[in-house]
């Protein structure tokens, strides 16, 4: 076990990820130590997901709590939340391009750059990698033990499940388990756009590209890094990937297949599937269910996708991860009493992330519901009145 003074509480945050790190710096900043313990041997967000839009009510508030909003607007694009969405004739619905003289409230940021900012004011021996988490017990006395895969064994007064999707922490609250949302998506990569293919490039423009038709979708970001992100994505059963022959140990037969699968797209949108790089990542995406709450414990809880995974329809993900740490965090802050801090945490995250799950939901339904494209149009032109309007 850690050594702790006699009345400060050993917190171990399970999981390095934009939560984790977030609720550790945020606490760090207050002179509470915690450790987070990290599966990976090093940081690999660089190598996991693409670029994020950090909200203005959410994440941009846990960056101010964190100390780190200055930092982050130097390296935020606002250009980034351009976005266009077409059908599958390369019919273009919508054209919104951000106005860089007044920016919005969505900045992107590539997720890598994002772990790397608050890695960078983290004191560096909190967290330890090489530590992936296999089994948390509850103890009598009110702790948790905590079984590495490396053998190595901790007891803490508070674990915070920041593991993700599939937490390893979560068994510990409930036996309600992640379900297949019904999507399933490849990620691919068009790297160095602007110069290896300027015509993309030029199609993609600085945002996001978003084109829906027969219940399938191909979805195109640029990133920082001047790749542009792409996720071809199918409303399909849980096992059609099994049948299907596309994974990630042939890439050239994979993009073969998937350009069959869009093969009455327009080619500009072809061309997101046809320019990846050779390497093409399947994933299911799966959801907990809408409203998910679990058996209170005054010393386990959970943050981010481990506390309420959803489809990537509201964008939400990383702005909740990171809004749940910081609620947590302060709740820790103001309470002595942790049970107190759990309760407070707990009642005020299930309200506000019920509520995007939902919307994260439904957008879901409609992105890859009978004419996508238009009904997105009346949907977001609707948000853009409402807006106006207050
Ligand atoms: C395809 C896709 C696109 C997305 N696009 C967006 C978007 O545009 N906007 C947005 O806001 N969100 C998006 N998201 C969601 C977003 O990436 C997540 O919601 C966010 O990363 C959650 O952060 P987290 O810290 O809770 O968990 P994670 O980012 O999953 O981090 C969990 C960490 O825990 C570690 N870990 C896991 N298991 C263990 C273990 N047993 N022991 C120790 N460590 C462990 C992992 O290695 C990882 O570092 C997208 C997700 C997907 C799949």
């Not at 772990?115 to 948790?144: F, H, P, Q, W």
């Not at 423009?205 to 640029?222: P, S």
Request: glycine letters at 8%; charged letters at 25%.
């Amino acid at each position: 076990m850690t050594t702790t003074t006699k009345n400060q509480k050993h917190i171990a945050i399970i999981g390095g990820g934009p939560g984790g790190l977030t609720l550790a710096l945020i606490l760090q900043q207050h002179g509470i130590p915690t450790v987070i313990y990290e599966r990976e041997m090093a940081d690999k967000s660089h190598e996991r997901g693409g670029s994020l839009d950090i909200h203005e009510d959410s994440g941009q508030q846990a960056l101010k709590e964190a100390g780190l909003y200055e930092a982050f607007q130097k390296v935020a694009r606002y250009e980034g939340e351009d976005f266009r969405l077409f059908d599958k004739t390369g019919k273009c619905f919508i054209d919104e391009v951000a106005d860089e003289d007044a920016p919005g409230g969505r900045p992107e940021i590539d997720r890598g750059v994002l772990c790397e900012l608050l890695l960078s004011k983290l004191d560096s021996a909190i967290i330890r990698y090489g530590y992936k988490l296999n089994k948390a017990v509850s103890l009598a006395n009110g702790m948790t033990e905590l079984h590495f895969e490396n053998g190595f064994v901790d007891t803490a007064h508070l674990v915070v499940g920041a593991d993700g999707a599939f937490s390893r922490v979560r068994p510990l609250l409930s036996d309600t388990d992640v379900s297949y949302s019904g999507l399933t998506m490849f990620e691919l990569n068009v790297v160095d756009a602007a110069n290896r293919h300027p015509d993309l490039a030029a199609f993609n423009r600085r945002g996001k590209v978003f084109a829906l038709d027969d219940h399938k979708g191909i979805l195109g970001q640029l990133n920082g890094d001047g790749r542009i992100k792409v996720y071809a994505s199918l409303k399909v059963d849980r096992e059609w990937l099994d049948t299907i022959g596309i994974g990630s140990e042939n890439p050239q037969d994979a993009k073969a297949k998937l350009l069959e699968l869009f093969q009455d797209w327009d080619e500009s949108l072809k061309n997101y599937i046809r320019y990846a790089a050779e390497v093409v990542l399947p994933r299911r995406i799966y959801m907990l269910p809408i409203g998910f709450k679990w058996n209170r414990n005054p010393g386990v809880t959970l943050i981010g996708d481990a506390a309420h995974v959803m489809s990537p329809f509201a964008g939400e993900g990383v702005n909740l991860a990171m809004q749940d740490a910081m609620e947590l965090a302060l709740a820790i802050i103001r309470h002595d009493d942790q049970a107190k801090a759990i309760e407070e945490y707990e009642e005020k995250m299930y309200e506000y992330a019920s509520e995007k799950a939902r919307e994260s939901n439904d957008n879901l339904t409609l992105c890859f519901s009978d004419d996508a494209a238009p009904n997105l149009t009346e949907l977001m032109n609707s948000y853009h009145e409402q807006y106006n309007e207050a």
